[in-house]
C-alpha cells in the first residue's frame, strides 16, 4: 500500500482513464464519483499528525 495519498490517487485515477478511453471518452465525461473509504477517521487522524509535524519543522 503506498504511504501517500497521492500515491494512491494516481494510479486509480490512471486506471479510470484508462477504461473510459477504451469506451471512447476522457476523464471530463464523469459526472459524479462515489468513493469507499476504509479507516478513514484513522488517516485523518495521520494526516493532521503529519500537518502538525511539517508546521514544527518549519518553525524550526
Do not use: W
Not at 471530463?28 to 473509504?37: G, K, L, Q, R
Amino acid at each position: 500500500m503506498p504511504e501517500n495519498d497521492e500515491a494512491q490517487f494516481r494510479p486509480a485515477f490512471e486506471k479510470i482513464r484508462l477504461v473510459l478511453a477504451e469506451a471512447g471518452c476522457g476523464l471530463d465525461a464523469v459526472v459524479e464519483m462515489t468513493s469507499y473509504h476504509v479507516g478513514l477517521r484513522e488517516h485523518l487522524e495521520q494526516c493532521a499528525h503529519q500537518a502538525e509535524e511539517a508546521e514544527a519543522y518549519k518553525q524550526g
